[in-house]
T-cell receptor
Framework: DTGVSQNPRHKITKRGQNVTFRCDPISEHNRLYWYRQTLGQGPEFLTYFQNEAQLEKSRLLSDRFSAERPKGSFSTLEIQRTEQGDSAMYLC??????????????FGPGTRLLVL | LAKTTQPISMDSYEGQEVNITCSHNNIATNDYITWYQQFPSQGPRFIIQGYKTKVTNEVASLFIPADRKSSTLSLPRVSLSDTAVYYCLVGGSGNTPLVFGKGTRLSVIA
């Protein structure tokens, strides 16, 4: 399977702990996106990478959130000092179309985070 | 950011054709219209994309009128496995991120 993969699939943590999620995009895709999705809502954009450069960050991405994409391959999303409001599904997507107006994003299965 | 409006939910019986309409009054000239499907506990999956008139693939058809202020996703002969949330998105041009709304929750009944 050469699709987008995410690890772990599920994470339960206590409030105040740090968590890190990993996303492995489709190998030839240079764009990588992180989204957050809560129950009954559509995915909300968090941040976006073009190769290793982080080009956009949503206002939703507080200082406790940090994302990296070293060498333009896999990406990690870290949440520090987790809060119960961080409980959500975290989705990663990748794409390769140079025209963002018509790109197709391929999503991973997501990491479901529960903060107790 | 281009905003979309679509029905919150729809019900259909198996074997029927389902049409989901999305309104996007402030679509930009360079924006395409893209539909995604999402099953519970999975990431969204691309269904179809178009710019104008009609696009058809093995899964669905997309109808876009000349003014492009709306679009209709047509699913022929739905089955129980088509029960999912369907998202209509426009934009992405000009380096603006795509914006997912709440989508349309389609329930297919036997």
């Amino acid at each position: 399977d050469t699709g987008v993969s995410q690890n772990p699939r599920h994470k339960i943590t206590k409030r105040g702990q740090n968590v890190t999620f990993r996303c492995d995009p489709i190998s030839e895709h240079n764009r990588l996106y992180w989204y957050r999705q809560t129950l009954g809502q559509g995915p909300e954009f968090l941040t976006y990478f073009q190769n290793e450069a982080q080009l956009e960050k949503s206002r939703l991405l507080s200082d406790r959130f940090s994302a990296e994409r070293p060498k333009g391959s896999f990406s990690t999303l870290e949440i520090q000092r987790t809060e119960q409001g961080d409980s959500a599904m975290y989705l990663c997507a990748s794409s390769s179309n140079p025209d963002r107006g018509r790109e197709t994003q391929y999503f991973g299965p997501g990491t479901r985070l529960l903060v107790l | 950011l281009a905003k979309t409006t679509q029905p919150i939910s729809m019900d259909s019986y198996e074997g029927q054709e389902v049409n989901i309409t999305c309104s996007h009054n402030n679509i930009a000239t360079n924006d395409y219209i893209t539909w995604y499907q999402q099953f519970p506990s999975q990431g969204p999956r691309f269904i179809i994309q178009g710019y104008k008139t009609k696009v058809t693939n093995e899964v669905a058809s997309l109808f876009i009128p000349a003014d492009r202020k709306s679009s209709t996703l047509s699913l022929p002969r739905v089955s129980l496995s088509d029960t999912a949330v369907y998202y209509c998105l426009v934009g992405g041009s000009g380096n603006t991120p795509l914006v997912f709304g709440k989508g349309t929750r389609l329930s297919v009944i036997a």
